[in-house]
């Protein structure tokens, strides 16, 4: 298989990632993350455009977040970054908006399955269709019974959604 000419690396003095990251898209989120890190006594270090956080708490395993990564470009240069990194578990946190009347501001909703319609995607092809974690969303499930999942839709052009 022939190899991508530039490849993620760690570089000197970069942390080791020994444990899941929470990818946090949005900048508010972010920025609220920075604010409990650092709270928390946490470390926090430069990705790109985003930063890295990692924080200890007394008998748990170290936490990791990194954000914020809008789009799907500087998404996957930081997931490229945290992969090189160490990190081996990923979930994403994000917000978006919705295209059916049963979804409202606030709504849990977790994807099943997704169409792409943005330019980063098809540069990492599937062997096959990929599934929700059925043990995520049996958590999920627990805590918000209320939650709802189905497909998602991506795009990099949102004021250009055609009804079709």
């Known amino acids: 298989m022939e190899q991508p000419i530039i490849q993620a690396t760690k ?13 946090l898209v949005n900048p508010f989120e972010a920025h609220y993350a920075a604010t409990m890190v650092k709270k928390k006594h946490g470390a926090i ?15 748990a395993a170290p936490s990791y977040w990194a954000g914020p990564t809008v789009g799907a470009p500087m998404a996957v240069m930081t997931l490229e970054k945290l992969i090189a990194l160490g990190c081996q578990k990923l979930l994403v946190m994000a917000w978006c908006g919705a295209l059916v009347p049963e979804l409202s501001v606030g709504d849990i909703f977790l994807p099943t399955w997704g169409q792409s319609e943005e330019g980063v995607s098809a540069h990492y092809p599937l062997t096959k269709q990929p599934q929700a974690s059925t043990t995520l969303l049996t958590k999920l499930q627990n805590h918000f019974p209320d939650a709802q999942q189905g497909p998602i839709w991506t795009t990099d052009a949102p004021y250009r959604e055609l009804p079709s």
């Open 45 to 59: 270090h430069r990705l790109f455009h985003c930063q890295l956080m990692s924080f200890n708490q007394e008998g």
């Open 11 to 23: 570089s000197p003095g970069e942390p080791d990632i020994n444990g899941p990251c929470l990818l």
